[in-house]
């Protein structure tokens, strides 16, 4: 900053503060400072803010090349006048203006009149603004150098303002650490009465009523936490807000008024006791508040949560334990992504239930809640998602987090290809090293423009507003995510998006958009939808994911004495490869109670123990049980001779590398194996009790890995440690409970990680 001299007018808190930071940021030209209280100059000088100061302005005056108003707004006038009267001709105008003016004044409607009436006209020189900061205590001595770091600064330029005067005045705040940014005047004043006004309002409201109502304060006594974190700021100085309120009352009002129709509508919900109706409003608020949080920490919720899961999480197993009982597992996984973006980009609400409440898919949730979409839930498994229809989504103000999931990652590319606004998708260490190539490339046959990092991994930089037109793709792998992205796209595009897929994989897409209205066709392996359509809101049920279900499939089918059943599980032909692999193994698994909901059949799957043995699985099976294979891996080591699987190198391509993160673990427990590129042979140990030992496994933070692990020590001989299984909770939130629950003899141990 090349300010010869700063004059501050008004040296309380705020003008105090900013000649602190400038002094902290090495400012060593002169600041004086002109106040009506000269013990405040006084103690200004002693404590190093300024170099001088005045009860009167005018003396002051010359020589200052920057001139920072910091009083109330009420007083803003007189001053105003007094700096016009006192100024030398034309040196606030022109080009280049000499002495530049600007405030800090958190209204500026009525600050910009001040000065047009004591100017005539508002000088070029002179640049609002208002430093989003500040705090309860008032005077000099209460002077903070940090007070305006990394805080926000909204200058209200007019449209004849000069540019040198507005750089000036952002060197300024940008010497103390802030952030600078500019607002129209009538806008910066409706966003300040909501954010900044009506809180102070309820404050002092609230405060004063209680008082009032006790006039010992006897009732504050008993005030805790939530009184205090909503009350602080009635502590703050009244001539300035009385001023505020003054200044601003339009923009009071209409916010106040939005406030009491809300308060109204809380008071009915409260009065008749509609309980959902409670439930519904402080949802939505809960969710607001955290987001609002991961905006001032410049970070995702979701990763902001996941930053906070201080401990790492180990299983420990102990050998042996029965299975039997009945019971539910978790929603599906790919089900539930699927509802919350089907649902939000409908016309019409959409209520789910039996949604997964795990990470992966609440990730998915809170991405859309971040794209503007109102949410309610989920509560015990039941969502509304409020659709916004196909171009009613909002631009995020930051990355999309989606967390660990693959799916989530895939999908939205497709959706977010097609829409007008940028965005970029974000992942855990995990996601960040899986390959989006393969969405990426198709997207940009169709048009899209996507950056993505080193060979095709995330993050994902999605340019949107690209015209899409449809394409006809022959998939090189068999994916449900590439197959579903596309068409997701493909609802954007211009013509047909046709997919043909080298095997069939999950159709959950495909049957969803049909119950949400849309018509997607398909011909032996290919599928084709045409873009320009509409979805309408349905309700969904979604059913038991088989693949959390697997892992005690697999439990019953290797224990001695097993007797259990699982209810309301998915069993979409796509999805039964597990079924299939296990009564070719020799399982004793039965599907009771077959019946459809909401478009896909579920069944109630019910499993007794019976002797396995080692099979060749067959090809084409792999794609429809390819996320059970760990667990696979596990009835395999404990079958009656040896199983083979090839076909399988996307196993090399999930949350870790499947086939190598299991057969580390299979060396450990000391399973006999063989490792090729796209698959395994695994040797069985056969009937005995104890198939084979125990040990330390690493599941790399791949939620299979930990599980299959779990279910391995039922025919241990020793106990099985399992660390880093954090990530269970992606798509099994409570394994373990449940696992307890059935017999089997697991624990959970949370480590601290060191900082
Ligand atoms: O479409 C989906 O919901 C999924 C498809 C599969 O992935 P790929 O498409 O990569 O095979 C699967 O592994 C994943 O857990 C879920
Ligand atoms: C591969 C999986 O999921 P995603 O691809 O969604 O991460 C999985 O759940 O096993």
Same mark, same amino acid.
């Given at each position: 900053?090349?300010?010869?001299?700063?004059?501050?007018?008004?040296?309380?808190?705020?003008?105090?503060?900013?000649?602190?930071?400038?002094?902290?940021?090495?400012?060593?030209?002169?600041?004086?400072?002109?106040?009506?209280?000269?013990?405040?100059?006084?103690?200004?000088?002693?404590?190093?803010?300024?170099?001088?100061?005045?009860?009167?302005?005018?003396?002051?005056?010359?020589?200052?090349?920057?001139?920072?108003?910091?009083?109330?707004?009420?007083?803003?006038?007189?001053?105003?006048?007094?700096?016009?009267?006192?100024?030398?001709?034309?040196?606030?105008?022109?080009?280049?203006?000499?002495?530049?003016?600007?405030?800090?004044?958190?209204?500026?409607?009525?600050?910009?009149?001040?000065?047009?009436?004591?100017?005539?006209?508002?000088?070029?020189?002179?640049?609002?603004?208002?430093?989003?900061?500040?705090?309860?205590?008032?005077?000099?001595?209460?002077?903070?150098?940090?007070?305006?770091?990394?805080?926000?600064?909204?200058?209200?330029?007019?449209?004849?303002?000069?540019?040198?005067?507005? #750089?000036?005045?952002?060197?300024?705040?940008?010497?103390?650490?802030?952030?600078?940014?500019?607002?129209?005047?009538?806008?910066?004043?409706?966003?300040?009465?909501?954010?900044?006004?009506?809180?102070?309002?309820?404050?002092?409201?609230?405060?004063?009523?209680?008082?009032?109502?006790?006039?010992?304060?006897?009732?504050?006594?008993?005030?805790?936490?939530?009184?205090?974190?909503?009350?602080?700021?009635?502590?703050?100085?009244?001539?300035?807000?009385?001023?505020?309120?003054?200044?601003?009352?339009?923009?009071?009002?209409?916010?106040?008024?939005?406030?009491?129709?809300?308060?109204?509508?809380?008071?009915?919900?409260?009065?008749?006791?509609?309980?959902?109706?409670?439930?519904?409003?402080?949802?939505? #608020?809960?969710? #607001?508040?955290?987001?609002?949080d991961s905006l001032l920490n410049q970070s995702s919720y979701q990763a902001e949560y996941h930053m906070q899961r201080q401990g790492k999480l180990t299983f420990r197993a102990a050998p042996g334990g029965r299975v039997a009982g009945r019971i539910?597992?978790?929603?599906?996984?790919?089900?539930?992504?699927?509802?919350?973006?089907?649902?939000?980009?409908?016309?019409?609400?959409?209520?789910?239930?039996?949604?997964?409440?795990?990470?992966?898919?609440?990730?998915?949730?809170?991405?859309?809640?971040?794209?503007?979409?109102?949410?309610?839930?989920?509560?015990?498994?039941?969502?509304?998602?409020?659709?916004?229809?196909?171009?009613?989504?909002?631009?995020?103000?930051?990355?999309?987090?989606?967390?660990?999931?693959?799916?989530?990652? /895939?999908?939205?590319?497709?959706?977010?290809?097609?829409?007008?606004?940028?965005?970029?998708?974000?992942?855990?260490?995990?996601?960040?090293?899986?390959?989006?190539? /393969?969405?990426?490339?198709?997207?940009?046959?169709?048009?899209?423009?996507?950056?993505?990092?080193?060979?095709?991994?995330?993050?994902?930089?999605?340019?949107?507003?690209?015209?899409?037109?449809?394409?006809?793709?022959?998939?090189?792998?068999?994916?449900?995510?590439?197959?579903?992205?596309?068409?997701?796209?493909?609802?954007?595009?211009?013509?047909?998006?046709?997919?043909?897929?080298?095997?069939?994989?999950?159709?959950?897409?495909?049957?969803?958009?049909?119950?949400? %209205?849309?018509?997607?066709?398909?011909?032996?392996?290919?599928?084709?939808?045409?873009?320009?359509?509409?979805? #309408?809101?349905?309700?969904?049920?979604?059913?038991?994911?088989?693949?959390?279900?697997?892992?005690?499939?697999?439990?019953? $089918?290797?224990?001695?004495?097993? =007797?259990?059943?699982?209810?309301?599980?998915?069993?979409?032909?796509?999805?039964?490869?597990?079924?299939?692999?296990?009564?070719?193994?020799? $399982?004793?698994?039965?599907?009771?109670?077959?019946?459809?909901?909401?478009?896909?059949?579920?069944?109630?799957?019910?499993? /007794?123990?019976?002797?396995?043995?080692?099979?060749?699985?067959? /090809?084409?099976?792999?794609?429809?049980?390819?996320?059970?294979?760990?667990?696979?891996?596990?009835?395999?080591?404990?079958?009656?001779?040896?199983?083979?699987?090839?076909?399988?190198?996307?196993?090399?391509?999930?949350?870790?590398?499947?086939?190598?993160?299991?057969?580390?673990?299979?060396?450990?427990?000391?399973?006999?194996?063989?490792?090729?590129?796209?698959?395994?042979?695994?040797?069985?140990?056969?009937?005995?009790?104890?198939?084979?030992? %125990?040990?330390?496994?690493?599941?790399?933070?791949?939620?299979?890995?930990?599980?299959?692990?779990?279910?391995?020590?039922?025919?241990?001989?020793?106990?099985?440690?399992?660390?880093?299984?954090? =990530?269970?909770?992606?798509?099994?939130?409570?394994?373990?409970?449940?696992?307890?629950?059935?017999?089997?003899?697991?624990?959970?141990?949370?480590?601290?990680?060191?900082?």
């Amino acid at each position: 900053m090349a300010e010869s001299r700063i004059l501050i007018v008004g040296l309380g808190l705020i003008g105090g503060s900013l000649a602190a930071a400038l002094r902290a940021a090495g400012h060593e030209r002169s600041i004086v400072a002109c106040d009506p209280d000269a013990a405040e100059i006084e103690r200004g000088i002693q404590m190093g803010l300024i170099d001088g100061g005045d009860t009167r302005l005018t003396p002051l005056v010359e020589g200052a090349s920057l001139i920072v108003l910091a009083v109330p707004v009420l007083a803003m006038r007189g001053v105003m006048d007094e700096l016009a009267a006192a100024l030398p001709e034309g040196v606030v105008g022109g080009e280049a203006p000499r002495v530049v003016i600007t405030d800090v004044g958190s209204t500026k409607a009525a600050v910009r009149d001040c000065a047009l009436a004591a100017f005539g006209e508002l000088p070029a020189g002179l640049v609002l603004g208002h430093p989003i900061a500040g705090s309860e205590k008032s005077g000099v001595a209460a002077s903070d150098p940090w007070l305006y770091a990394n805080h926000k600064v909204i200058l209200t330029p007019a449209a004849d303002t000069a540019p040198s005067a507005i #750089a000036r005045i952002r060197a300024l705040w940008q010497a103390c650490g802030a952030e600078v940014l500019e607002m129209e005047v009538e806008r910066h004043d409706q966003v300040l009465a909501r954010t900044s006004h009506l809180p102070h309002l309820l404050a002092f409201t609230l405060v004063d009523t209680l008082a009032r109502q006790d006039e010992r304060l006897e009732i504050f006594r008993y005030a805790a936490g939530g009184f205090r974190d909503f009350t602080r700021i009635a502590g703050s100085d009244p001539v300035m807000w009385r001023d505020i309120f003054t200044a601003n009352r339009d923009a009071v009002l209409t916010a106040l008024d939005d406030f009491e129709v809300g308060l109204g509508r809380l008071r009915r919900a409260v009065e008749i006791g509609d309980g959902d109706a409670m439930l519904a409003t402080f949802d939505r #608020a809960s969710h #607001a508040r955290h987001y609002f949080d991961s905006l001032l920490n410049q970070s995702s919720y979701q990763a902001e949560y996941h930053m906070q899961r201080q401990g790492k999480l180990t299983f420990r197993a102990a050998p042996g334990g029965r299975v039997a009982g009945r019971i539910r597992v978790p929603g599906d996984k790919s089900i539930s992504h699927r509802s919350i973006m089907l649902g939000a980009l409908a016309e019409g609400i959409t209520e789910v239930k039996g949604f997964l409440e795990g990470e992966d898919s609440l990730a998915t949730l809170q991405a859309f809640r971040e794209m503007g979409v109102a949410i309610e839930g989920p509560h015990q498994g039941r969502v509304t998602v409020h659709g916004v229809g196909m171009h009613g989504l909002k631009a995020p103000s930051g990355p999309l987090y989606v967390g660990n999931a693959g799916t989530a990652m /895939r999908l939205f590319a497709g959706l977010l290809a097609g829409q007008a606004f940028p965005t970029e998708l974000i992942g855990d260490a995990s996601l960040t090293k899986r390959p989006m190539g /393969r969405v990426a490339d198709p997207l940009r046959l169709m048009g899209a423009v996507i950056d993505t990092a080193e060979g095709g991994r995330p993050p994902l930089k999605i340019h949107g507003g690209q015209k899409l037109r449809g394409i006809d793709y022959d998939m090189p792998m068999a994916s449900a995510q590439v197959k579903s992205c596309l068409l997701l796209a493909g609802l954007y595009a211009e013509g047909e998006t046709r997919v043909r897929e080298p095997a069939p994989t999950r159709d959950h897409t495909e049957r969803m958009l049909a119950g949400f %209205g849309y018509e997607v066709h398909r011909d032996g392996d290919t599928c084709w939808l045409t873009g320009g359509g509409k979805l #309408a809101a349905s309700s969904i049920d979604v059913p038991a994911d088989i693949s959390s279900a697997t892992f005690f499939l697999v439990a019953a $089918a290797i224990t001695p004495g097993s =007797n259990l059943i699982l209810e309301h599980v998915g069993i979409n032909p796509t999805r039964i490869g597990v079924i299939n692999i296990l009564k070719l193994m020799g $399982a004793d698994l039965r599907l009771t109670n077959e019946r459809e909901v909401g478009g896909e059949p579920v069944a109630d799957l019910h499993i /007794r123990y019976a002797p396995l043995k080692g099979i060749d699985i067959p /090809r084409d099976q792999v794609p429809l049980a390819i996320d059970e294979f760990p667990a696979l891996f596990i009835a395999a080591a404990s079958a009656n001779g040896v199983t083979r699987l090839r076909g399988a190198e996307e196993l090399r391509v999930k949350e870790s590398d499947r086939i190598q993160a299991m057969a580390d673990g299979l060396a450990t427990i000391g399973v006999e194996h063989t490792v090729v590129e796209d698959g395994i042979d695994i040797v069985g140990a056969g009937d005995r009790d104890v198939s084979y030992g %125990g040990g330390r496994i690493d599941s790399l933070g791949d939620h299979r890995i930990a599980m299959a692990f779990v279910v391995a020590s039922l025919r241990a001989g020793e106990e099985i440690v399992i660390d880093d299984c954090a =990530n269970v909770a992606t798509s099994f939130p409570g394994f373990t409970e449940l696992a307890r629950v059935v017999g089997l003899r697991v624990s959970e141990e949370t480590q601290e990680v060191e900082a």
